[in-house]
């Protein structure tokens, strides 16, 4: 029998890992490094979740047994996004991020939200439940927590060099960069480069989402206009059509107004509410840049909200204070896009809870990227 340069890549990748990773290859015969998340259920992590799958592990009505995600940060190389080893991650926009991700081919999409947080909790419960474990590159090329764990910079400069560009190469950090600790984990999580991912959007501060995990369907369309968003409704949980009375919203603390000017304000906590304020006459564009923030675990919740679990399972509101690490911003008007994890600059901001709710689809900056992921 005779074995391709393929072949012995993925038997050497699953036979180091113990069946934990693989190389699958893209339509173009690109390799694409993957980590096997086995499906688990909400109460095996905390019976507060609920019960049943993870909704990362519930695609198109499916129960899958497993989803992979990208062991690095993407790259793209020839139209495709990919995951591999040693590479500075590229900078997207969110349409494009979706389009290389699918265009890798059946199966590939970009890392959902139910799938970062799918991650996250197990990342949490598997490593003792304790405070978040994961590091990463915070400060330009080093933790700020730990300024003696480095990653090689994209720019060839010295950790913690404050000028250049201060993204490190996929993957070149310590195991404390990665999820689980070991050389079979999934790297730079936390910090190097905010990650777009898929099935979440703020509508003028409404919290949207695809059911489940849809949103790694090949059909999956999360286009302004689709008809497959859904709004969450504070009472229940249940998912509703957008802009029916009572669903969830991000919006600025109710005790704080939004500025008449055009200056980029930060008006304080994110509040958690089922009515937002209205923005001044004309609002609704990039020319405002009021937003509200606060660390993950202090999301204020409005007075008669019981936060629904569903919630909490997607990582869009604190089921402890555990998982505590990360930033939460919002921006309550227009369409928002999210981004997951922190930057190289973002220090104590940045962590496996950290979500930006800040900008347009059509955002691009060179500390942006994104992750591919898989599901049969």
Not at 159 to 177: A, I, M, V, Y
Not at 261 to 270: E, I, K, S, Y
Request: with cysteine; charged share 20%; glycine share 12%.
């Amino acid at each position: 029998m005779i074995f391709s340069v393929k072949d012995s890549l993925r038997q050497a990748v699953e036979a180091a890992s113990g069946g934990l990773c693989t190389v699958m290859y893209t339509k173009k015969g690109q390799p694409v490094f993957l980590r096997r998340i086995p499906r688990f259920n909400l109460e095996d992590i905390d019976p507060a979740l609920g019960t049943g799958p993870h909704p990362a592990f519930l695609v198109g009505g499916e129960v899958k047994s497993e989803v992979w995600i990208g062991m690095y940060p993407g790259y793209v190389s020839n139209g495709e996004l990919i995951s591999v080893p040693g590479v500075a991650p590229s900078a997207m926009t969110f349409d494009q991020a979706v389009s290389y991700a699918k265009a890798a081919g059946p199966g590939f999409h970009l890392m959902t939200n139910a799938e970062w947080a799918a991650v996250a909790f197990l990342t949490w419960k598997s490593r003792g439940a304790g405070d978040d474990p994961v590091r990463g590159n915070t400060q330009w090329g080093r933790s700020h927590e730990a300024p003696w764990e480095t990653g090689v910079r994209a720019d060839g400069l010295a950790p913690g060099t404050t000028s250049g560009d201060g993204k490190t190469l996929t993957g070149s950090g310590p195991l404390s960069w990665r999820h689980d600790g070991t050389p079979a984990g999934i790297a730079d999580l936390v910090g190097n480069v905010w990650e777009w991912v898929a099935g979440l959007r703020l509508m003028n501060g409404e919290i949207q989402i695809l059911p489940n995990n849809d949103a790694a369907l090949p059909n999956a369309d999360m286009s302004p206009t689709s008809t497959q968003w859904r709004a969450i409704r504070a009472s229940d949980g249940a998912l509703v059509a957008p802009g029916t009375s009572g669903t969830l919203k991000y919006d600025i603390d109710p005790n704080k107004a939004y500025s008449d000017d055009n200056t980029a304000q930060d008006l304080g906590p994110v509040a958690l509410r089922t009515a937002r304020q209205t923005p001044p006459a004309g609002w609704g564009s990039d020319t405002y840049q009021d937003h509200a923030s606060a660390m993950y675990k202090d999301l204020v919740v409005d007075t008669g909200i019981t936060v629904p679990s569903l919630l909490k399972a997607l990582m869009l509101a604190p089921h402890t204070t555990s998982i505590t690490k990360g930033r939460l911003y919002a921006r309550p008007y227009g369409e928002r896009l999210p981004l997951r994890g922190g930057a190289w600059w973002n220090g104590g901001d940045a962590g496996l809870a950290a979500l930006d709710l800040l900008n347009p689809r059509g955002f691009r900056l060179w500390s942006v990227g994104a992750r591919p992921a898989f599901v049969l």
